[in-house]
């Protein structure tokens, strides 16, 4: 008879006891034996979150070897795969080798299905037997592994129209354009950081039908080739390069592109550090600042905010929304020439 979970997992939760996965310090990745609310997946990728996979890669100074050799260390020290640096994980493709006893017949999935957990590495229970390849262009490590998904955790199956490793680029960032939807009104002024990377493309996307005719989307991308990248898509009024700017002189090229009204909404999607004034001082009073990036340090945020006297509403990068994950793959049904990059790049 299978052992009784608790429904956000705290029965793995080895150290500190009493606290749930993602801030503990090491979780149980035993897979031998599962609990009746638990799902064992069969993991064929990892698809790392942008900010860690950078952290990573920088950090191995881009040696495959010694990526590995940091991928399986923050495995073999935690039980899960959460960045030791950033805190931040991101997600798998797999497939359903096992359902526990009190799930079946109240879930839609069944054994074989293919799925994308749609909740952080950071607080899954993860075994890594062998990594086969790390694919350095899209943040993906292919593995031979078992991971848990818990009661409480989302997941979206894979769909049929499209590849796998297209529809996983897709749902990593899933929150992003979701969200957006959300936050841009028509008329608005919006200002998105890392237009050119993956959730900045999806964002730009979303933004521009939410805004209308009579609103402004301002793009600003890192490298010549995320600018020209959006450029080419077409989704924003302006696009700009950044490139070495400090956050004063993005403020005054923002300012000079709106009249000096700054936008609504301002979307930070760039995955490294020491964003998070360049998004607040591209944003008016009142305006809203959406922090997408795990790069982003909330205390930085908060307290360089007040600092300077702005009155922004911050909103920290869920990366949950409710549909989020069909919203997301519609987006690149309905866009051909959105999914055609996505294709390119991640497929």
Known sequence: ??????????????????????????????????????????VQTLNIDSASFTDIANYANHDIEAMKK????????????????????GMLLGKVEKIGDALKGKIDLKEGDRIAT??????????????????????????????????????????????EKLALSALDVAGAPAQTAKLCQYG??????GA?????????????????????????ANSPKSTQRIKDLGFCDVVESVSGMTPVQVNEL????????????????????DQEMTAVLCTKDDGIVYFFSM?????????????????????????????HAEFTLQELRECPKLRKI????YA
């Open 196 to 220: 050119g990377g993956k959730s900045g493309m999806l964002c730009c996307y979303e933004a521009k039908k939410r805004v209308g005719v009579t609103g402004k989307v301002i793009g600003l």
């Open 254 to 273: 923002v300012s000079k592109l709106t009249d000096g009204h700054m936008a609504d909404v301002t979307i930070n999607c760039v995955n490294v550090p």
């Open 70 to 89: 940091e991928i399986f260390l923050n495995v073999e020290l935690q039980g899960k795969h959460r960045n030791r640096r950033t805190g931040s994980g």
């Open 188 to 193: 608005q002024t919006v200002v998105i950081l």
């Open 295 to 323: 790069a982003t340090s909330f205390t930085k945020a908060a307290l360089g905010a007040e600092g300077i006297g702005a009155d922004v509403n911050m909103i920290i990068g869920n990366g949950y929304t409710k549909g």
């Open 118 to 163: 749609l909740v952080s590495l950071s607080l899954t229970p993860l075994r890594i037997d062998e990594i086969l390849a790390i694919r350095e262009d899209v943040d993906q490590v292919d593995i031979k592994g078992k991971a848990i998904l818990f009661e409480s955790g989302i997941y979206a199956k894979i769909p049929s129209d499209m590849p």
């Open 1 to 42: 008879m299978q052992k009784k979970g608790n429904k956000y997992g705290t029965h793995r939760v080895i150290e500190p006891k009493g606290v749930l996965p993602q801030p503990a310090n090491k979780v149980d990745n035993n897979m031998d034996e599962i609990y009746d609310n638990e799902i064992l997946i069969d």
């Open 342 to 345: 996505f294709e390119e790049l």
